[in-house]
């Protein structure tokens, strides 16, 4: 592994800086997320065994919590959102001491979360020129403006 | 009838997509029947390297009592819509509906003023253009002394009221 600070390669001073690439232990082949109770049941093979060995789980934006009393058995892992999930269409992601649980594309699609408008104020009368700040009300919006879309277009 | 693609006193519904997803909504607005604007702009033509302060005269009717931090003004070149200077206000009269704001130079060219208010959005300032320029427009004599002595009388636009601000 070479590592440079400020543009200058630094000095490996054990010899020893190699990095292995290791195959992918596990595989997530399904996804179940419950909107009501917002619960989250991932299944695949060779899951985290151990609530320490899960760096992460997180889905929709949101991270998702797994009980402390929870008992894993490497083909499951159960549980739940920690804060509402964001619209759009997202996969579970699951992270270990050796990073990222593949997915498996073909059995695994991604869920799509909606999410609703409310209500809209002020919502009349509107300035013709623009410039009104507009506060939307509803439910399962984006808990930041980074790493979201959002599109709005006026039609009559 | 306005510069915009909106149409007064109309009802329009609104899309709205949020990580590439529809998002389902009741929601209708509807626009002002009018949009209030402003009359005047005092001066209109100003010096690029002089402070001054611009007084911007309102629609009488404008439906909200002036405060000064409801409102921000800013100038727009109209050669270059990137170039923005912006203003500070630093007086309102709510019995006359005037803002006076401070210019605090710029390149020197035309600019389009604008002004928005906290609640009620933009106000119309089309046709309100600020000049920003300084020109000499005669020397008199025009011959002098090699001896010097001569009292020579530039005549211009946008110079400045002491005579530190032009030096010559």
Known sequence: MLVEIGNLPAVCH???????????????????FKADTKVLT?????????????????????????????TLDGKSITCTLSRNPTCGSWSPKVTTAFGNIAINAESVKEIAVACTIISAVPDSPLNLLGSDNITFTGTNFPHEIEGNTFELTFEN | MFDTKFHANQEYGVKVVINKQDVTNPVKFKTKTTVSGSKDLNPNSVSPVLKTDLVIQLDTEFPYTLKREDFSVNATSTKDAAYIRYLNV??????????TAK????????FQMSIRHKAYGLVDTKDMILDVSSRITSISPK??????????????????????????
């Open chain 1, 14 to 32: 054990s010899m020893d800086c190699g990095f292995k690439y290791v195959p992918a232990v596990g595989e997530i082949t399904g996804v179940e």
């Open chain 1, 42 to 70: 991932v299944t695949g093979t060779e899951l985290p065994a151990k609530l320490a060995d899960i760096q992460s789980l997180t889905f929709a934006q949101s991270p998702c919590t797994v009980a402390a009393d929870a």
């Open chain 2, 90 to 99: 630093i007086a309102v009269d709510d019995a006359k509906k005037t803002i």
């Open chain 2, 103 to 110: 210019f605090g130079g710029a390149w020197s060219g035309t």
């Open chain 2, 143 to 168: 011959l002098g002394s090699i001896y010097g002595g001569t009292l020579v009388t530039i005549t211009g636009t946008n110079f400045g009221t002491k005579k530190t601000d032009n030096p010559v």
